[in-house]
């Protein structure tokens, strides 16, 4: 065929939708090129350069046919060809370009650029496309029955979700690993620390820095977001932070002796000897040549534990702005789905990972615990290798970034129900007491209090599973009242506890399936929030927008621990009063602790019902309100203000809250 065309490839609604490539979408598979260039292939031809059909993808040159309508519908579309009349090709005549820009020939009211052929290349698969994506076990070689093979890979969910895809796997192995390095770290500081001798005040410290990271959030997501390293936003950065994880570990086990004849000899009397070595290892030139055989000291350790909280964190982040992008790209029915399985596996590896390190420590000593948290962050990077994300995507300015978080801040649909959610949080006051009193008063070991340590984590877990398989089509509303009546329920049985009554059982066993209980609700809780908190994230600035969320809802739960100390002073409930056996102030602070809980119900008209409320309030060009996005934004950078203010009184004035 030579000359201007006579027909062109079109989808069945093409009055409604262009197909176009989204850079919204950085994480489709090249097997989703594959499958959708072979569908248009078959009507190619040698006169592409008029723009019929280019690499499998279409474009139709009308400017009220290019106009892109994703939601338009989410089925796969068939394409046929259909004729050009005589007007339409002196259009295409006029209009169409290579370049990519508006031709001297464009109307002036155009204010947007025409994609080019290979800008469409360059550019993911659009989400209809991405849709049919996931279903290859046809074409897949595997031995696995089709039964097993489609319950890893679910045919009705696009490729790009589905996580254990080799693409795909480091995002899950990322959660495994945040929750494996949380239960080794977290027996490992609480104990080594005093191991070491540190006071009260330096144990403060060391949690302190160990935590700081975690206020930085928002700017390691809105750095990745705006950023690119290496091309790109969101891997380098994730590799990036494994590495100092990894390097901080290192060199705690270089530069000191962590084995448990170190630490013994450090608690021993021979305190000439041990400064000698200090001496000696201080003024040793060369390194390699020192004898390593003292403990870290407490300002080394805190510094270690500073770049593995940076780290850390900075990993997390790049882990939950991946998962908020490709959570845009779940259908329906299936949504939430993504976010449940990275947060089952988180606390799958903090289950396993707290018991392990209690026993590895106590086994071993701190040296086997710091080996595998130098080791493990290292396992992750060939598959951070492997990880599918388009390189040197677009990036908006980080003006039109900041305007657009601000814009959707504004927004009803976001600071009203996270206004539900920091409410909520803040009213979740415990009892400070609490452990005191099972200690003290019911002479719990401190292996049955790790033992309810453990519990928790293992109930937590099962929560996460429970909401996943049972509850995740429930409304929001439904869960947080049934969950919330729950918790007050047993929370309630506490008072029993106190005034002996356990109906024959063992205190400790009335007192594990109290507080266990109360982290399996805990554990059902947390989903409806995060995969809230996904859905209000702008495209492209999904980093700074959900470490901002995460920020404001984990600060109420700092602002409540501050509430619960505050409410020790009410009754006295010192360990001394407790000894004589006055428990009224115990039972007093339980049942007033347990109605601030339950209060946090009132609030739940706030909360949205389901998602399509959520996304039915962000469409409503009424809600909008400036005052509402400037409290939200005013309480967020406040409660990261309080949070940067008392980690660094921790380090520059320890004891100031009265620690000794």
């Known amino acids: 065929m030579n000359g201007t065309p006579t027909s062109r490839i079109v989808a069945e609604d093409e009055l409604n939708l262009g197909f176009k490539r989204p850079s919204s979408s950085p994480y489709l598979s090249d097997r989703d090129d594959d499958k959708f260039n072979a569908g248009c292939n078959k009507h190619d031809n040698d006169d592409d350069e008029y723009g019929e059909v280019r690499h499998g993808q279409v474009e139709l040159w009308k400017d009220d046919i290019r106009e892109q309508n994703l939601a338009s519908s989410r089925t796969p579309r068939s394409l046929e060809m259909v004729p050009l009349n005589e007007e339409d090709n002196a259009a295409e005549e006029i209009d169409f370009n290579y370049s990519g820009h508006p031709s001297e020939y464009d109307d002036e009211e155009i204010d947007h650029e025409r994609p080019s052929h290979h800008a469409n290349y360059k550019h993911p698969l659009p989400l209809e496309n991405a849709m049919i994506s996931g279903d290859d076990y046809e074409t897949s070689r595997t031995c696995l029955p089709k039964s097993l093979y489609q319950y890893i890979f679910p045919p009705t969910t696009p490729r790009a979700v589905q996580l254990f895809r080799p693409e795909n796997i480091a995002v899950p192995a990322c959660y495994l690993l945040v929750g494996l390095l949380q239960g080794l770290s977290g027996p490992f500081t609480n104990v080594y620390p005093l191991d070491l001798n540190a006071s009260e005040a330096q144990q403060a410290t060391i949690s302190s820095l160990k935590s700081l990271p975690s206020t930085f959030k928002l700017v390691f997501g809105f750095i990745s977001d705006n950023f690119p390293m290496m091309g790109y936003r969101r891997k380098s950065y994730m590799l990036l932070g494994w590495f100092v994880t990894s390097l901080s570990m290192l060199a705690l086990l270089f530069f000191s002796d962590l084995s448990k004849e170190a630490m013994e000899r450090n608690n021993s009397g021979d305190i000439e000897d041990y400064a000698d070595q200090r001496v000696q290892f201080a003024n040793a030139k060369d390194l390699s040549t020192t004898s390593f055989g003292t403990p870290p000291t407490i300002a080394f350790l805190s510094f270690s534990l500073l770049l593995f909280g940076t780290g850390f964190w900075l990993a997390d982040v790049m882990g939950d702005s991946i998962v908020a992008e490709k959570a ?333």
Request: net charge neutral; charged share 10%.
């Open 328 to 660: 845009k790209l779940e259908p329906e029915f299936s949504r939430g789905h993504l976010q449940s399985t990275c947060y089952a596996c988180r606390f799958f590896g903090l289950m396993i990972a707290a018991p392990c390190s209690t026993v590895i420590y106590s086994t071993y000593g701190p040296k086997a615990v710091v080996v595998l948290m130098a080791a493990l962050p290292a396992s992750i990077v060939p598959l951070i290798y492997g990880l599918k994300e388009t390189k040197n995507v677009p990036v908006a300015s980080t003006k039109e970034q900041c305007a657009e978080i601000y814009q959707t801040v504004c927004s009803r649909a976001v600071w009203q129900p996270m206004g539900f959610v920091y409410l909520y949080n803040v009213l979740q006051v415990g009892n400070a007491a609490w452990k005191q009193f099972l200690k003290t008063v019911l002479g719990f070991t401190s292996n049955q209090l790790n033992a309810l340590l453990i519990a928790a984590y293992v109930l937590l877990w099962l929560g996460i599973m429970a909401y996943k398989k049972f509850f995740i089509n429930w409304s929001w509303r439904s869960v947080y009242v049934t969950t919330t009546l729950l918790n007050g329920i047993f929370s309630a049985l506490q008072i029993l506890l106190i005034k002996g009554i356990t109906f024959g059982l063992s205190p400790f066993i009335f007192a594990l399936g109290d507080d266990a209980f109360a982290d399996f609700i805990g554990g059902i809780q947390f989903l409806p929030t995060t995969i809230m908190m996904v859905h209000l994230c702008p495209s492209g600035s999904e980093g700074a927008s959900y470490a901002m969320f995460t920020t404001m809802s984990n600060s109420a739960y700092t602002l409540a621990s501050a509430f619960s100390t505050l409410l020790l002073g009410v009754w006295d409930v010192s360990k001394e009063v407790m000894e004589r056996g006055e428990l009224t102030g115990m039972v007093n602070l339980t049942a007033l602790t347990t109605c601030i809980q339950v209060s946090g119900v009132l609030f739940v008209g706030l909360l949205p019902r389901t998602k399509d409320d959520l996304s039915n309030l962000h469409a409503d060009p009424m809600s909008g309100s400036k005052i509402g996005g400037f409290i939200f934004l005013f309480v967020t950078f406040s409660s990261v203000l309080y949070s940067l203010v008392v980690g660094v009184l921790n380090i520059i004035k320890p004891g100031w809250a009265g620690e000794s």
